[in-house]
């Protein structure tokens, strides 16, 4: 069974980094693919970002494309979230998601696997 656990949440001046880190046991890297989404209050939950397993390949929704950047640590099974230049829109509760197929899929409804979700807050 595989287990994500999210940190590095917090609270950001408008402009500024924030690095998300998703910690995953139980699985091989090369045969998941991973994805982050975030989720407003008020809002359904909307894809940010995705990787297909060990590969090059990654996928960003529109609204994050050229400020955030997916990536993964083999070694440590752990995918990251580089968030440059954040906004106050990007104020959410970002999670980490895993499906068990190298196929990226970007809704929510497609992944079965889920970590416990970490604050992002972005002050004006």
């Known amino acids: 069974q595989v287990q994500l656990v999210e940190s590095g949440g917090g609270l950001v001046q408008a402009g500024g980094s924030l690095r998300l880190s998703c910690a995953a046991s139980g699985r091989t890297a090369t045969s998941y693919s991973m994805a982050w989404f975030r989720q407003a209050p008020g809002k359904e939950r909307e894809f940010v970002a995705a990787?297909?397993?060990?590969?090059?390949?990654?996928y960003y929704s529109d609204s994050v494309k050229g400020r955030f950047t997916i990536s993964s640590d083999n070694a440590k099974n752990t995918v990251y979230l580089q968030m440059n230049s954040l906004k106050p829109e990007d104020t959410a509760v970002y999670y980490c998601?895993?499906?068990?197929?190298?196929?990226?899929?970007?809704?929510?409804?497609?992944?079965?696997?889920w970590g416990q979700g970490t604050q992002v807050t972005v002050s004006s």
């Open positions: 990787m297909s397993g060990s590969s090059s390949r990654t």
């Open positions: 998601a895993a499906r068990a197929t190298l196929l990226v899929i970007t809704t929510p409804n497609a992944y079965n696997t």
